[in-house]
C-alpha cells in the first residue's frame, strides 16, 4: 500500500546553528472524508496512491500548490475492506497474521 502525503525540512529555531539537530524532518498523510463502508469505521480516510501515480507523488520537482491539489482531487478512494477485529489489535505488544481475523460482535 502507498499512501498519498508531505514531507519537508525546517530549523529549530531554539537549537544553535551547528547543533546537529537543528534540522527536522516532519512528514504527514493525507486524509480526506470517510464515504460508503469507510465512513462506519472512521471520520478520516487515508488517501491512496494507485502504482501510476506513485512516480508523481515521489517527484521532488513537482511543488506548484495547484499541481498538488491537482494530484490530491485525483486519489481515489481505496478499495479495501473493513472488517470488524479483535480488542487486541488495539495493543501495540500483540503481533501476528491472527489480528486481522473477522470477528463477530
Given amino acids: 500500500l502507498a499512501f498519498g502525503g508531505l514531507y519537508g525540512w525546517w530549523k529549530d529555531p531554539e537549537l544553535p ?7 527536522r524532518w516532519t512528514n504527514t498523510v493525507l ?9 462506519t469505521c472512521t471520520t478520516d480516510l487515508r488517501s491512496s496512491c494507485r502504482p501510476d501515480m506513485l512516480a508523481d ?3 521532488p ?7 498538488v491539489r491537482g494530484m490530491v482531487a485525483a486519489m481515489p478512494e481505496p478499495h479495501l475492506v473493513p472488517r470488524p477485529v479483535g480488542k487486541t ?10 489480528l486481522v481475523e473477522p470477528v463477530e460482535f
Wanted: aromatic fraction near 8%; charge should be negative; charged fraction near 25%.
Fill in 57 to 59: 507523488w515521489l517527484n
Fill in 89 to 98: 489489535v488495539g495493543n501495540v505488544r500483540n503481533n501476528g497474521p491472527q
Fill in 31 to 39: 486524509t480526506t472524508t470517510a464515504s460508503d463502508a469507510w465512513g
Fill in 61 to 67: 520537482g513537482i511543488t506548484d500548490p495547484k499541481d
Fill in 17 to 23: 546553528d551547528d547543533h546537529p539537530e537543528k534540522w
